[in-house]
């Protein structure tokens, strides 16, 4: 019995982005993944006695940009706020954060629901915080190791509206997210690292109910797909408990990711006071107008924009848009071959099919692409020319412009003996070759076959080594053809 129909389901997440800054987000301690466990700290990290934190500005200006990419209001006074609890790898058993005064608030990201139509997802807020140390518990046998490394690095926490209805929605959210995160240069978004984590809050509700669900809160998934898995099975456990007469209770659950399966955590009931007053080390900051229009001005192009240009500007397909934007570096490829060539379909076609279908072969990423973008350009007019075609160029110009990176495009293709050949006589020469040469062939499309110019006009191409322009071929040949009729 699928009882799935008859529930509405609510998700609201919250993604935890940890910032690429040089420095901490109170402290000039390195902000470095993978360094020697607890030599990324100072007194400020270890939570000594009087020692005070000192605002990094790149924190704020990060926080801005994510804002504005998320067409939030951006606050023009900063508060911070201390949230106290103890926990070993929190040594100054505070975190500094922002509480009722978040930094950006009420925006919005555009996303892709389950039938592939765009909607919005409300953004609740995004505020400045410091993350915690790490407790290791893997690594000794007895006892649990604390690396202070991570304590004090900048975070951005970006909570969502509960307007998520789906695990595939809060899959295409993060995803979302992520290349944001990463467009901005704010957040490496490496959930296997840690760099980026995500809370999923989920409820289910009778369709038509007016109230929410209680939600329960899954932490600990370190993929996309594991926030999607786990959301999926947590849909399936809440309907069974209310459709066998129970009570979803509100609790904090955790993913195994081996099993599959949520496990309970903690109860609401055993939640943590943590008596948030404001910090008194750290003044408050105003942010001008005028700052926040000059980080406007510094922001890249985004996803979204680049995608409406793609397919409303350029006529690309909602396809080929998505992958061209999908990776910012691809995206800025694009973008540099366009500045040498206006033939759009075929530098997204040649560069989704040759170019990734290099990078893929030797597992390289297009910022390790030997070419220049002004190369691929120098190609593709030469192609849209009518100087070599589309197969020359991708099968022997291409492979041949890696070791050859000071020659243009048509020196290599003048070299290799490639350029297609347009003129009349030598078109003329080809054909009687392919009449000659096919005799069976010709004496039955005299017959009224004439479906054989397809395989006449495949010898041609092979006679004249791929160099016959067809399109000038084509009509030559039809002509030569008939007339022997
Ligand atoms: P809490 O006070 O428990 O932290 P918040 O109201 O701050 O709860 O919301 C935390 C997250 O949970 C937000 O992303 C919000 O959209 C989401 N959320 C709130 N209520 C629900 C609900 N009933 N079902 C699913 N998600 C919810
Ligand atoms: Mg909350």
């Known amino acids: ?63 801005i940009k994510l804002g504005l990419a998320c067409h939030a209001n951006i606050a023009s006074d900063q508060y911070f706020a201390r949230k106290n609890y103890f926990y070993p790898d929190l040594p100054k058993g ?32 995004i505020h ?23 304590a004090g690095v900048p975070l951005l926490e970006i909570v969502s509206e509960p307007d998520i209805r789906s695990s595939l929605e809060a899959y295409n959210y993060v995803t979302e997210v992520r290349k944001l995160v990463r467009y901005l240069d704010i957040c490496d978004g490496n959930m296997e ?14 369709i038509g109910a007016k109230e929410f669900g209680t939600k329960v809160e899954v932490k600990n998934m370190n993929s996309i797909r594991n926030v999607q898995r786990a959301i999926e099975f947590e849909i399936s456990r809440q309907i069974e408990v209310i459709e066998t007469g129970g009570i979803v209770s509100q609790e904090t659950r955790g993913f195994d990711a081996l099993k599959g399966i949520t496990i309970s955590m903690r109860s609401k009931e055993a939640a943590n006071d943590y008596r948030y007053f404001p910090e008194p080390d750290l003044q408050p900051i105003y942010v001008g107008q005028e700052h926040i ?10 996803p979204r924009e680049l995608y409406l240009k793609y397919t409303e500007q350029f006529g690309l397909s909602e396809y080929d848009a998505t992958i061209l934007v999908d990776n910012k570096h691809i995206a800025l490829y694009f973008e540099e071959i366009l500045l ?71 020196e290599l ?55 016959a322009d ?8 039809r002509k030569m053809l008939d007339s022997l009729i």
């Not at 420095?23 to 270890?46: I, Q, R």
């Not at 930094?103 to 609740?124: E, P, S």
């Open 1 to 63: 019995m699928d009882n799935r129909d008859k529930y509405e389901v609510v998700i609201g997440l919250e993604i935890h982005a940890q910032m690429l800054t040089k420095s901490k987000a109170y402290a000039s301690d390195a902000n470095e993944f993978g360094s020697h466990p607890n030599t990324n700290v100072s007194v400020v990290s270890l939570g000594h006695p009087g020692t005070l934190p000192v605002m990094n500005k790149k924190t704020i200006e990060n926080a």
């Open 94 to 125: 505070y975190q500094i954060t922002q509480d009722k005064t978040p930094i950006c608030t009420g925006g919005y990201l555009v996303v892709k629901d389950d039938q592939g139509i765009y909607k919005n997802v409300g953004i609740t807020r």
């Open 128 to 150: 400045m915080e410091e993350d915690a140390g790490k407790s290791i518990h893997d690594v000794d046998l007895y006892d649990t190791l604390v690396d202070l490394n991570r």
């Open 193 to 206: 690292e840690g760099s980026l984590r995500c809370d999923a809050n989920i409820s289910v509700r009778l």
């Open 293 to 302: 229009e000059a980080i406007k001005q510094e922001m890249p192009a985004l």
């Open 340 to 410: 040498n060539t206006s033939h759009i379909k075929m530098a997204a076609n040649f560069l989704m099919g040759e170019i990734k279908g290099y990078l893929n072969q030797r597992v390289l990423e297009i910022t390790e692409f030997p070419l220049k973008p002004a190369s691929i350009a120098d190609l593709i007019n030469l192609i849209e020319a009518g100087k070599v075609s589309y197969s020359v160029a991708s099968s022997k110009i291409f492979p041949a412009m890696f070791e050859n990176q000071g020659l243009s495009a048509l």
């Open 413 to 467: 293709a003048t070299e290799l003996n490639v350029l297609q050949e347009s003129d009349e006589s030598s078109l003329v020469n080809y054909i009687n070759q392919v009449i000659e040469g096919n005799p069976n062939e010709i004496q039955r499309y005299i017959t009224g076959e004439k479906q054989l110019v397809g395989f006449l006009m495949g010898q041609l191409m092979k006679v004249s080594q791929g160099k």
């Open 470 to 477: 067809p399109k000038q071929a084509n009509p030559l040949l």
